[in-house]
Structures are given as structure tokens and as C-alpha cells.
């Protein structure tokens, strides 16, 4: 007995049981669910702005994403939350995993026309269908797509059809200037759904500018359900729809580098893991401590002949 007791496979049984709690912390602690919304402009090599992307990096970027987020469609957005389940299902843990993943949302504004070929690869290449934001006034103008391009887009490669306002103007300047806001754009959303057939409910502020008078305005004049702003946060249950955070995509900017990247940060189970690791180390070094004093106390009882 006492030779098991000092082989290896003791100490090792040992340092297994103390390591235990962890080790399951580690493999089934429920990850926390992220969901963001990506907000890009146009792709293009042609001289992109700040805002802007080139086709390569948009593409190099969706598929770093799809490593560690599941592309949620738009139609699934407002009950994905609802459908999440908090506890875990033993008997079919990797589908609740699956369950639990993050979720990322593809958005476009303006819909000007070097947004056509990127919409129409995310659905083509990943099956991801887009939300595109449409200024009213701008449809079939200059350097945006026309309706045509639109409906193509909707009808073909499952692109959500919502609003970006009649004009893009700073929703708090116009109502400053006067302007009958929630008039405007109940107008415009009416004007939008007539042309695509379905009723749009999604909205998002030009330039991602608003304050509490343009909410209060939404929703006491227009049936809008949800609107977007430009905020580097993740989507939570707990916000109000009328600010539903988009990460917008800058190039070279800080604030993208940090939260734009967060594909890149380990889960948080892994935290969790690691922390109950530290905690039961302390315990392991404990359970050697002991068994040294009572090797001492034996060697004492030997050397007294007891
Ligand atoms: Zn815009």
C-alpha cells in the first residue's frame, strides 16, 4: 500500500482529481452569445474612402468572421434571442453549442452600386443574406443602384430591403431646421414598401446620428420597429430597438482595430476555465504540503520505533 502511495500513478491520480473541476469547467462552461451587426459601405478598388473596402479585404475579413460567428439572416433576427436556450442539453451538447455560437449580421448602406457584387458573393459563396439600407431620393441616381438592381437583389439573393431615409441628412439637424421627421420618413417608408412589395420596418439613421427627440419622433409618428446607429457595441436584448448597435467598418481606424476585431478573442469559457484552473492549483499545492508533513510525522514515528 505504501508503495502505491509513492508510485507516480498515485501523484498522478491525484494531480487528475484536483485538475478535474477545471478541465469540465473548460470543455462545458456555456460560451456567452455575441451577436454583432457588420455595417460596411462601398467595396471597391476604385479609389476607396476611409469608410470604404476593397473587394480582397472584404472578402478576407467575412471569412475570418465565419471562423468563430454564424451568419444570422435578417428574416431570423428579432426571435433569435428568444429561441437561445440558457441551460444546456447533455444529451445533445454540440447542438446547443451550435446554438449558442455567436451570430453576425451582414449590413449595407446607401446601396450604391460597388455594394452589388459583394451582397452577391456573401450569398453565392456562404449563403448569407444581406440587409441593404436605400436613400429614397438617391434610387437610380448618380452613382446608386436602381430599382432594378434592388429587386435583383431582393428577389435573388435574399437581400433584406430596409430604410436609410428620404434624404441622407443628420436626423437631429433636420428636426432642428424644422422639418416634419416622423412625417418624412413614414412617407418614405410607405413610398419603399410600395416599390418592393413588402412592408420595411428597419431603419438606419444617415451617418448613424440621432438623439432622443428623433427617437421619441420615430416612434410616435412612424411604424417603424427597429432602428440602426453606428456604435462599436454588440446587440443585447436589454437596448432599445430604436438603437440597435452596427460595427462599422473604417480602415486604419482605432476604434475598428479593437471591436472590429473580436473575432480574435478567445472565448470566455476559456476565462472561466483557466480561472477555476488558479483556483484548484492553490488546493493541489495545499494536498502536497500535507502529505510532506505527514511523511515528516511518519519518519519521526519510525525513528522514535512507534
Ligand atoms: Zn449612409
Given at each position: 500500500m505504501n508503495n502505491f502511495k509513492n508510485s507516480?500513478?498515485?501523484?498522478a491520480l491525484i494531480l487528475a482529481l484536483t485538475l478535474m473541476p477545471s478541465v469540465i469547467t473548460l470543455l462545458y462552461a456555456p460560451a456567452p452569445?455575441?451577436?454583432i451587426n457588420l455595417l460596411f459601405?462601398?467595396?471597391?478598388?476604385?479609389?476607396p474612402e476611409q469608410w470604404d473596402i476593397t473587394p480582397a479585404k472584404f472578402r478576407s475579413i467575412t471569412e475570418k468572421y465565419l471562423e468563430h460567428y454564424k451568419p444570422l439572416n435578417p428574416e431570423d433576427f428579432e426571435e433569435s434571442f428568444e429561441k437561445l436556450p440558457e441551460e444546456p442539453d447533455w444529451r445533445q451538447l454540440k447542438?446547443?453549442?451550435?446554438l449558442r455560437k455567436s451570430r453576425v449580421m451582414f449590413m449595407f448602406d446607401d446601396?450604391?452600386?460597388e455594394q452589388?457584387?459583394?451582397?452577391k458573393w456573401l450569398y453565392e459563396t456562404h449563403k448569407i443574406k444581406s440587409t441593404l439600407f436605400v436613400v429614397l431620393d438617391w434610387i437610380g441616381k448618380d452613382n446608386f443602384m436602381p430599382i432594378e438592381d434592388i429587386l435583383d437583389l431582393q428577389n435573388n439573393y435574399g437581400t433584406r430591403i430596409e430604410l436609410h431615409g428620404k434624404r441622407h441628412d443628420s436626423n437631429p439637424?433636420?428636426?432642428k431646421a424644422g422639418v416634419n421627421l416622423g412625417e418624412e420618413l413614414e412617407a418614405a417608408r410607405q413610398d419603399l414598401s410600395k416599390m418592393i412589395g413588402k412592408e420595411v420596418s428597419w431603419y438606419a439613421y444617415p451617418y448613424g446620428h440621432h438623439n432622443d427627440a428623433v427617437i421619441e419622433e420615430i416612434k410616435s409618428k412612424t411604424s417603424f420597429e427597429r432602428a440602426f446607429t453606428v456604435e462599436s457595441f454588440s446587440v443585447d436584448t436589454n437596448q432599445d430597438p430604436m438603437q440597435t448597435p452596427r460595427?462599422?467598418?473604417?480602415e486604419n481606424e482605432k476604434g475598428f482595430s479593437g471591436t472590429f476585431a473580436l473575432w480574435q478573442r478567445p472565448p470566455t469559457y476559456l476565462f472561466i476555465g483557466l480561472f477555476a484552473l488558479t483556483s484548484t492549483l492553490p488546493f493541489f499545492i495545499a494536498l502536497l504540503m500535507f502529505r510532506r508533513m505527514d511523511k515528516k510525522v511518519h519518519k519521526k514515528k519510525k525513528q522514535n520505533g512507534l
Open positions: 507516480i500513478l498515485f501523484r452569445t455575441i451577436h459601405h462601398r467595396v471597391t478598388d476604385n479609389n447542438e446547443w453549442r451550435n446601396a450604391s452600386k452589388k457584387e459583394a451582397i439637424e433636420l428636426l460595427i462599422m467598418y473604417l
